[in-house]
């Protein structure tokens, strides 16, 4: 193709030489991660020409947020990943500061469109430099990709009058049933509230603006960054991540968070009307997820296994920094959002080690239950009818030295994931609380460890719970400990 730019190509060189500095065993083995330096955001997760693409936001000559690329990765059964070049540098003069967060589609004559945000940063009459962010868009074949020669296609001139300009990002783009495109992104009302507009396009190249499809009206955090909305199991989901979160109760923690809004879509009219909201990752390391709609119907979702105010907290010697969480399956059940591991995931599976009616209390070791890649299935409950245990906990990624673990309280249906003795250095956040569904103790765990991460899924779905961590590889043990006495069937398969 030809109009490659210069630092595009450059950066096309580096990280083909730069990666060779990462040995495998250095990486998550399923999981996604940077190819070299930083990788943030999943973009442009999407089917094309038989295979899955994912984009993300990438910085690859420094393993810390800097100008934005987009690195590139494609798989058949997104838990094998082979890096592509990179697709897009910060080359134009509308996207020199960083080619922001966007998504991707197939166009009807072949071509795979990209939607981005264009940041460039601009000197004001009061002497200032403020960032102003606008939509482009760049066409390809699934390798490479030029930039549309009427970029960008969406800027301040087609906002309303106190729409934000600067806070103008993320477009998630999809087609529609009539042949025709729509596409949100994240936006402030002149109250520096989040907003999530909607605009319309009958080609994917003129965009047009609908609306507001949905006001924060800073209920939940500030801004709304990295929209999605698709259509699941009879109802409609605006998934966002705010910035800024105040805690509420168990659901909602400080600082950048996600949540979905469940509800109904009136697509005469672009009316959506909430009915529900709940936060979509209970952990600490979740952002900015993206979904796909799978060629067999699966809505499946990746997003990044991250949290924005604890990046200091990394391995040193690792010249990568980012990775993606494993895609999820989602579902609505009874009004909420579930998510279980891809199904493909259980094709990687090798070595069961199963128990079934281990009764216990105290500490409990078991045979061949150990491993940092790892797919543990558990049913804990209490072992006489009637008489509730008082904590369940285990811990993984153990040794003498550090651990990370899981503790459940009964009495009050609390789950906590404490990464504290993990090997950390960083006084940032390393517990997160998360209140669960149990009956008379009974509990369903699966959790799934990739070296540097455990996710950790509750009662088949209902809540999840994401977290990094570091510890040095060798921490491969898995204890049990129970206060009151615990009936516990477990399933062990290695990962390969
Ligand atoms: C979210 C985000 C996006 C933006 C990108 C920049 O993590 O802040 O809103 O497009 O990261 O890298």
Redesign the pocket.
């Known amino acids: 193709m030809d109009e490659i730019s210069q630092r595009l190509h450059e950066v096309r060189k580096y990280e083909e030489i730069s990666e060779n500095r990462v040995a495998d065993e250095e990486r998550p083995a399923f999981h996604l991660s940077a190819r070299t330096g930083w990788m ?2 999943p ?1 442009g997760f999407s089917f094309y020409h038989g295979k899955y693409h994912m984009f993300y ?1 990438y910085h690859p000559y420094d393993s810390h ?1 800097g100008p ?1 690329y987009w690195g590139h990765a494609v798989s058949e059964d997104l838990l094998h990943w082979e890096y592509l070049p990179a697709a897009l540098a910060p080359d134009k003069p509308y996207d020199k500061d ?1 080619c ?3 998504s991707a589609i197939a166009l009807a004559d072949g071509c795979q469109l990209l939607m ?2 264009g ?1 460039e940063k601009k000197e004001q009459e009061d002497g200032r430099i403020y960032e102003f ?1 606008t939509q482009c868009l760049a066409t390809g074949d699934g390798l490479d990709y030029k930039k549309y020669k009427d970029n960008p296609v969406i800027d301040e001139k087609d906002l309303p009058e106190g729409f934000s300009r600067h806070d103008f ?2 477009p998630k783009l999809w087609k529609k049933e009539d042949g025709t495109y729509a596409c949100v992104i ?1 936006n402030r009302s002149a109250d520096g509230s989040g907003q999530i507009l909607l605009f319309t396009s009958s080609d994917g190249f003129s965009w047009k603006y609908e609306k507001v499809l949905v006001e924060n009206k800073n209920r939940y955090g500030k ?1 709304w ?2 929209p999605d909305f698709f259509f699941l199991d009879g109802q409609w989901v605006l998934i966002t ?1 705010p ?1 800024d979160m105040l805690p509420s109760d168990f659901e909602y923690h400080n600082g ?1 968070g996600t949540l979905c809004l469940i509800g109904d879509f009136d697509e005469e009219k672009n009316v959506f009307t909430e009915q529900k909201n709940q936060s979509i990752d209970y952990g600490i390391d979740f ?2 997820p993206q979904t796909i709609l799978m060629p067999d119907g699966r809505r499946v979702m990746i997003g ?1 296994m991250q949290n ?1 105010d604890t990046c200091d907290f990394r391995a040193q010697h690792l010249t990568w920094f980012g990775q993606m969480t494993l895609p999820r399956e989602l579902s609505i059940k009874n009004g909420r959002l579930y998510q279980t591991p891809i199904k493909e995931l259980e094709k990687l599976r090798h070595s069961p080690v199963k128990y079934k009616d281990v009764f216990f209390s105290g500490d409990l070791c078991l045979e061949g239950i150990n491993g940092r890649r790892a797919d543990l299935e558990l049913i804990i409950r209490p072992s006489e009818k009637g008489v509730c245990y008082r904590k369940f906990a285990l811990r993984f990624a153990q040794n003498d030295e550090f651990w990370t673990s899981l503790s459940f309280h009964p009495g009050d249906s609390i789950i906590k994931i404490d990464r504290k003795f993990s090997g950390s250095r960083r006084a940032i956040i390393h517990q997160r609380r998360c209140l669960v569904n149990s009956e008379g103790g009974k509990l369903k765990l699966r959790i799934i460890l990739d070296r540097f991460s455990a996710e950790i899924f509750v009662n088949d779905g209902e809540h999840v719970l994401t977290i990094t961590l570091y510890t040095d590889q060798a921490a491969e043990g898995i204890r049990f400990f129970a206060d009151g006495n615990v009936q516990m069937d477990v399933i062990k398969y290695g990962l390969a």
Do not use: I, L, P
Request: proline letters at 0%; a negative charge; aromatic letters at 22%.
């Open positions: 943030n955001d973009n936001q947020w934005m960083g922001f967060s966007g981005y945000t940041v962010q990002r993320d994240g801004m960054e990295c991540s910035q950048n952002y900015a990044w924005w």
